[in-house]
Nanobody, 115 residues
Framework: QVQLVESGGGLVQAGGSLRLSCAASGSMLSINAMGWYRQAPGKQRELVAAITMIGSTNYADSVKGRFTISRDNAKNTVYLQMNSLKPEDTAVYYC?????????WGQGTQVTVSS
């Protein structure tokens, strides 16, 4: 079983920055991909950014140029650097690790951007 622990959420003013972290522990033979999703009140959960173990990345159009996903393979950790934050980025952010035999989600961390 793979456990994910997120950190780094909080309250920030528009234009500010936050860095989210998600560390994995447990039984993992390998990791295929890691990602960050978000869910705002009344909306469906959506992909924000994803990264494979070879470094290929994918971003939602709404965050391109502002957010950067990265990973530390040795630490089984994925990061999301969020710059130029906007009020519409307010949501609960979830990390996700996918690998052979597992698909695990973090508990979520709140990001609130004030105008």
């Amino acid at each position: 079983q793979v456990q994910l622990v997120e950190s780094g959420g909080g309250l920030v003013q528009a234009g500010g920055s936050l860095r989210l972290s998600c560390a994995a522990s447990g039984s993992m033979l390998s990791i295929n991909a890691m990602g960050w999703y978000r869910q705002a009140p009344g909306k469906q959960r959506e992909l924000v950014a994803a990264i494979t173990m070879i470094g290929s990345t994918n971003y939602a159009d709404s965050v391109k140029g502002r957010f950067t996903i990265s990973r530390d393979n040795a630490k089984n950790t994925v990061y999301l650097q969020m710059n130029s934050l906007k009020p519409e980025d307010t949501a609960v952010y979830y990390c996700r690790f996918v690998g052979p035999g597992y698909d695990s989600w973090g508990q979520g961390t709140q990001v609130t951007v004030s105008s």
